[in-house]
């Protein structure tokens, strides 16, 4: 057999021994011993590409803009609505390119873009998202996720502006109900217009540490009722951090039931929780590990970089499972279960096909410094070459002491 491309003696995440993946016509064709030439990895551990399930290209890198980082969630709102009234289509897609190029750097080859839709920035940031979408299609897919971030009943002229953001290129919808004034009537009507499209919904919900109310069982009957069972993904959802054992098992068979995955926003999360409650707050980052680990669908994210949601990020989709780990006290027999929050499990959420490191897979491939996975994982291991389709995509040469 003849191969495009040869990457020699790498391993495998959650293999045993390193081999040789022979590549052709943008798919993995072979795994092993393979005849033919190649670049030897040195038996450097191979993951699939990073999948980013969630994150705001559009509303990133404005930290510098709006000086410190807001005290909370109202606050972070307000602040970027506010900005957005003035970024021009330019703006956001120079601070979303700069981003998407750090994340292309840090393995990331997949991505679920949120963007904000409404009165305030009309389509400008989405019209600059879809130039990004285009701009990297060569080294990470791109998936749009137009929302209303402050509201849609409440919001007059934002549904008009949904509506024709998913007839203009839109690849799933979102929403936030806990920013309308009738979070009931969003949820009915976001499910509405997915269905009239047949695309996925994402929404951002229940994002803060009161266990006493939760938008989760109006998302799981209306999943049920639009037969949309694996389609819907809730971001945030930190009331799961916040309730008792008993309650959150309830949650955890309600949401594997309707088909509804979780996506955790480990920086974001820390950031805004727990402010009011000072010196031992609860942390409020959503145990999705649990989650997975009983088959439901379950992701860890980065959703801001240096805004005033979060004043920080470099776009590294594993140091974010690295802090999830650390945040959730998980010893090293947990780090697979917490490399697949952002890898396969985020596949399976975002519903990619052909992913994986298998024979027949799509060969979008990432090669990390280190020969062990738990020195991978536990080290934040650099990534050193990424391919995309079979093509090199990024490369990042080890950093090299430099003696006397
Ligand atoms: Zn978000």
Known sequence: MTFDLILRNVRPFSGIEALDIGIRNGRIADLGSLAGQGEDFGGRIAVPGLVESHIHLDKAGLICRCGQGAGSLAEAVAAVSRLKRDFSEADVHARGARVVEAAIRQGTMHMRAHVEVDPRVGLRSFAAMKRL?????????????????EGLTNDPGAEALLRQALAE?????????????????????????????????????????????????????????????????????????????????????????????VTALPSTDLYLNGRSEGFRAVRGVAPVHLLAARGGNASVATNNVMNPFTPYGDASLLRMANLYANVMQLGSEAFPLCMALVTEGAARLMRLEGYGLAVGDRADIVVLDATDPVEAFGSIAQPIAGFKRGRPSFVRPPARILLP
């Open 133 to 149: 979408r285009d701009d990297y299609a060569f080294a990470c897919d791109i998936t749009l996720c137009p929302f209303p971030q």
């Open 169 to 261: 290129g839109a690849d799933l919808i979102g929403g936030c109900p806990y920013t309308d004034t009738d979070p009931q009537e969003q949820i009915r009507r976001v499910f509405a217009m997915a269905v009239e499209h047949d695309v996925d919904i994402d929404f951002h919900l229940d994002f803060d540490l009161d266990p006493g109310w939760t938008h989760m069982d109006a998302i799981c009957e209306a999943t049920a009722r639009a037969g949309w069972h694996g389609r819907v993904t809730i971001g945030h959802a930190t009331k799961l951090a916040a309730m008792g054992e008993g309650a959150f098992a309830r949650y955890a068979d309600l949401l594997l039931w309707a088909g509804v995955g």
